[in-house]
């Protein structure tokens, strides 16, 4: 594919001509929470074409944001990864997220969730300067995702928390609440169940992670 250019010498231009292209900044987001191979970047964004996944990643990869891994034995299998050029992309990539945010309402017909956006949504919304120190897990039907504040500073991964303070399932309404749109009390009367905790808990998380 020849590549796209813009006839313009500017930075913003050319950053788009190296990561402007449809399905590579998802790719470079599923890559900011880890390397990951071929398979599990097909899986995480189901509705790209096999081919179009190939060109992206060939691409990132000449562009010098992406490389192929080998990891250790014995494992041994090829993985995707960011470079330290294509790390730097994350505040980008966190910006945008939190700027279209604004207006994803609610889910369209054949929108799914994965582990790897709701991972980078948390870290989209998170307010360091209104951080409280929590230990919370948080389930949205089959992903469970531990999250832990310390110092202001957030952790993230996928899987459960053993000795979380917060257990937290629910859908739609964990948006809502992180968006203002419903309170506390709203959002335990519609889909979010607290499982661990109590309320107050709830709203130290909602004011921690706020679109």
Not at 62 to 79: H, I, K, L, T
């Amino acid at each position: 594919m020849a590549k796209r250019g813009y006839g313009q010498f500017c930075g913003l231009a050319r950053g788009l001509e190296l990561v402007g292209e449809r399905w590579a900044l998802l790719i470079v987001r599923d890559l900011l929470v880890g390397p990951r191979r071929y398979t599990d970047l097909r899986n995480g964004l189901p509705r790209i074409p096999t081919n179009i996944l190939a060109a992206r990643l060939k691409e990132l990869e000449a562009a010098g944001v992406v490389e192929r891994r080998v990891r250790p034995r014995p494992d041994g299998s090829v993985v995707y990864a960011l470079t330290e050029r294509g790390a730097g992309l994350e505040d980008t990539v966190l910006a945008l997220g939190r700027w279209g945010a604004r207006d994803m309402g609610e889910p369209r017909d054949g929108e799914i969730v994965t582990a790897d956006s709701m991972v980078m949504a948390l870290r989209t919304t998170f307010r360091p300067e209104s951080a409280a120190d929590l230990r919370a897990e948080l389930r949205l039907g089959a992903i469970v995702l531990g999250v832990v504040v310390d110092g202001g500073r957030l952790t993230v991964a996928e899987g459960p928390l053993g000795d979380a303070d917060l257990v937290v399932e629910g859908g739609a309404g964990i948006k809502a609440l992180m968006a203002g749109e419903a309170s506390v009390d709203e959002a335990l009367a519609g889909d979010v169940a607290l499982v661990a905790g109590d309320p107050g808990g709830l709203a130290r998380f909602a004011a921690t992670f706020r679109i």
